[in-house]
């Protein structure tokens, strides 16, 4: 039994470990997108147009995304705006 090994931070990540983590992450994104509908691009640049008529935002400010939960659809959409002045 090695006394000083029980002491030892058993929790510490490896890089492979890290990177696995990430491209796991990368991987569940991409199905994802690819699994989503069709017209959520076109619907994205829409809402973003107008938007834009109201308020000065970039093209990352508006993220659309649909999800499941349970047998109904969920479309959630977020709008960043900027902080007013």
């Not at 890089?15 to 691009?41: D, T």
């Not at 109201?54 to 977020?78: F, M, R």
């Amino acid at each position: 039994m090695n006394l000083l090994g029980y002491f030892k931070n058993k929790n510490k990540k490896t890089s492979a470990s890290v990177a696995k983590e990430r491209l796991q992450i990368l991987v569940a994104h991409e199905r994802a997108a690819r699994n989503g509908p069709s017209y959520l691009p076109q619907l994205q640049m829409e809402l973003l147009d107008v938007v834009r008529k109201y308020v000065k935002v970039d093209q990352e400010a508006i993220t659309v995304s649909v999800g499941q939960e349970g047998n109904q659809e969920i479309l959630e959409l977020n709008v960043t705006l900027p902080e007013s002045e």
